[in-house]
């Protein structure tokens, strides 16, 4: 009974000794997560947009054979403004045939990174047959 006792405050110990070892790695992963979050918000927000963008696209592209080109050219504008793209992005692309429609634009935004900012180029494209 004594050496089960024995065994049993040795484990203890070893917890004990174990217990505070991590803290230091704790804290560096806490930081680099909450880096990884700063700047995450900002490059996930342009994605969101582009998707939106593009989805703003592919609605216009549904009713594109019904729909004057300056029209649809127009609410893809409004769309590109009202979502707080570069100007650039308002420079909708369109080409239709009889039978097929395709929705082009192409914009940077510019995003913060650690140690600077980078530029993400998006090229939304959206093709419809009638």
């Given at each position: 009974?004594?050496?089960?006792?024995?065994?049993?405050?040795?484990?203890?110990s070893r917890l004990r000794a174990r217990?505070?070892?991590?803290?230091?790695?704790?804290?560096?992963?806490?930081?680099?997560?909450?880096?990884?979050?700063?700047?995450?918000?900002?490059?996930?927000?342009?994605?969101?947009?582009?998707?939106?963008?593009?989805?703003?696209?592919?609605?216009?592209a549904r009713f594109g054979a019904r729909?004057?080109?300056?029209?649809?050219?127009?609410?893809?504008?409004?769309?590109?403004?009202?979502?707080g793209l570069p100007p650039d992005a308002?420079?909708?692309?369109?080409?239709?045939?009889?039978?097929?429609?395709?929705?082009?634009?192409?914009?940077?935004?510019?995003?913060?990174?650690?140690?600077?900012?980078?530029?993400?180029?998006?090229?939304?494209?959206?093709?419809?047959?009638?």
């Amino acid at each position: 009974m004594v050496s089960a006792r024995r065994r049993a405050h040795a484990s203890v110990s070893r917890l004990r000794a174990r217990a505070g070892s991590g803290r230091l790695g704790c804290l560096f992963f806490l930081l680099l997560m909450a880096v990884v979050v700063y700047y995450g918000v900002d490059i996930g927000a342009a994605y969101l947009r582009y998707y939106r963008f593009r989805d703003a696209m592919s609605t216009e592209a549904r009713f594109g054979a019904r729909v004057p080109v300056d029209s649809i050219v127009y609410h893809l504008r409004a769309a590109a403004d009202s979502l707080g793209l570069p100007p650039d992005a308002q420079r909708v692309h369109v080409r239709r045939t009889p039978s097929h429609i395709r929705l082009t634009a192409d914009y940077d935004e510019v995003v913060a990174v650690p140690f600077g900012t980078r530029a993400l180029h998006f090229t939304p494209i959206v093709e419809r047959d009638f």
